[in-house]
């Protein structure tokens, strides 16, 4: 089975603070994502990697940046957290090629203070 | 842009009847996927069903069956002898077949089962 385990379940943090998001999957996949999740908004893709060391904006990248340094490993970072970044996050990846389907971690629950 | 949308937020529905959650997407592309996930509260998404867009037959999965109608752009998800376990939110997804595979959401169907 494909496992995609995210680095905590829930986050508190402070207005202004660096916050990292890992997430680690097991199955060899070249692509890996992170989503944010707003009730009413549904899933919105903020960044995303094909490959070590590549990565791509999604449709929400602004105030958020990536590291893809191991195959394995992908993490989201907020470089100044904010409360409108209070949000759920999922992590998710695929292979390729493949039919698209993607995997996913469990979320992190970060809330912004 | 592709935009997918899913105009119920909630639906209910009782033990072992049918439900069906509506989706509708916009895309000027021929070849794509279609997807219904699932996330039960406070776990993993997971992928319910997927449908090939070139495929003209619907896909199936066990209980769940999809309404694909290429020409409307309409992709339903059916959920048969509905059961507790079914509730969940559910998203429909839309993904172009080649390059970076990213997916594109709905906004979400909350599915309550009642007893």
């Known amino acids: 089975d494909v496992k995609v385990t995210q680095s905590s379940r829930y986050l508190v943090k402070r207005t202004g603070e660096k916050v990292f998001l890992e997430c680690v999957q097991d199955?060899?996949?070249?692509?890996m994502f992170w989503y944010r999740q707003d009730p009413g908004l549904g899933l919105r893709l903020i960044y995303f990697?094909?490959?070590?060391?590549?990565?791509e904006k999604g449709d929400i990248p602004e105030g958020y940046s990536v590291s893809r340094e191991k195959k394995e490993r992908f993490s989201l970072i907020l470089e100044s957290a904010s409360t409108n970044q209070t949000s759920m996050y999922l992590c998710?990846?695929?292979?390729?090629?493949?039919?698209?389907?993607?995997?996913f971690g469990p979320g992190t629950r970060l809330t912004v203070l | 842009a592709q935009t997918v949308t899913q105009s119920q937020p909630e639906m209910s529905v009782q033990e072992a009847e049918t439900v069906t959650l509506s989706c509708t997407y916009d895309?000027?592309?021929?070849?794509?996927?279609l997807f219904w996930y699932k996330q039960p509260p406070s776990r993993q998404m997971i992928l319910v069903i997927r449908?090939?867009?070139?495929?003209?037959q619907n896909a199936t999965e066990n209980r769940f069956s999809v309404n694909f109608q290429k020409a409307a752009k309409s992709f339903s998800l059916k959920i048969s002898d509905s059961q507790l376990g079914d509730a969940a939110m559910y998203f429909c997804?839309?993904?172009?077949?080649?390059?970076?595979?990213?997916?594109?959401f709905g906004q979400g169907t909350r599915l309550t089962i009642n007893p």
């Open positions: 997804a839309y993904s172009i077949i080649q390059g970076a595979q990213k997916l594109v």
């Open positions: 895309t000027s592309e021929s070849d794509y996927y």
């Open positions: 449908q090939e867009a070139y495929k003209q």
């Open positions: 990697s094909y490959d070590v060391k590549m990565k």
């Open positions: 199955m060899d996949h070249e692509n």
């Open positions: 998710a990846s695929t292979p390729l090629p493949g039919r698209n389907e993607q995997f």
